[in-house]
């Protein structure tokens, strides 16, 4: 259900996650991810647990969409997990040495991730993953 196209049905997966976390229930093992990228963001805490699941976050009203950025999280968790693109796991231990943290090496590699995902949609392809590669290696020299 991760993928799923419904907004409002993807930021409940993340409401429940961060509900059961708080109420110390049984989570399923997607459920504990999510809900640790959620631990490591109190800013967005009151987002996630607000019963307005359907609000728009505008970059133009300078705006973070908090569900956007933790979705990257857990897009770079699955890339390093899997390797995929080969090399990410090397890239990602290398980051996370030089700044003394994984959280922070994360969200440097998120940058990478998010243009390369812009730029294949505008293109209206898949992403390069070389191009994005290259961008990631850039962060840790």
Not at 49 to 78: C, K, V, W
Request: glycine share 4%.
């Amino acid at each position: 259900m991760i993928f799923a196209q419904d907004r409002k049905q993807l930021r409940s997966m993340y409401a429940e996650a961060w509900r059961k976390q708080s109420e110390r229930l049984p989570m399923s093992p997607l459920e504990l991810q999510i809900a640790a990228v959620i631990e490591l963001h109190p800013e967005y805490h009151a987002d996630v647990a607000s019963d307005n699941l359907d609000r728009e976050y505008t970059p133009d009203g300078g705006q973070t969409n908090p569900f956007l950025h933790m979705g990257l999280h857990l897009g770079i968790r699955e890339q390093v997990s899997t390797n995929r693109p080969p090399g990410i796991a090397k890239i990602h231990a290398v980051l996370s040495a030089q700044l003394g943290d994984a959280h922070a090496a994360e969200h440097r590699m998120i940058d990478c991730l998010a243009e390369a995902l812009w730029e294949a949609q505008q293109q209206n392809r898949a992403p390069d993953e070389e191009s994005y590669l290259e961008r990631l290696r850039r962060l840790t020299q």
